[in-house]
């Protein structure tokens, strides 16, 4: 499992107040189909990824089919993170 995922989890939960006992949220569940998160917490969202990562998020990554659920958005945050950490390498 990605590192990120605990820690977007628990920004979720507590941003959007989802409860630790509601059996439907899951790292795997469409945070917009279900409607955990509206189209105000996704810039909410978005701000707290790039500033607790230090990643700027593409518009190719924000339209991404993975950036719906915490273990996609995870996956991408990760990939994001790998990359920037290689241009800086290559630098």
């Known amino acids: 499992m990605c590192t990120v995922v605990?820690?977007?989890e628990a920004f979720i939960r507590r941003q959007f107040r989802v409860k630790t006992d509601d059996a439907y949220f899951t790292i795997d569940s469409h945070l917009w189909e279900e409607g955990y998160v509206d189209s105000t917490g996704a810039i909410e969202l978005i701000a707290h990824l790039e500033m607790t990562y230090?990643?700027?998020l593409s518009q190719?990554?924000?339209?991404?089919?993975?950036?719906?659920t915490v273990r996609g958005i995870a996956t991408l945050v990760e990939r994001g993170m790998d990359s920037q950490h290689a241009s800086v390498r290559a630098s």
């Open 6 to 8: 605990p820690e977007l």
């Open 54 to 56: 230090g990643i700027r």
């Open 60 to 68: 190719e990554t924000l339209f991404d089919p993975l950036f719906t």
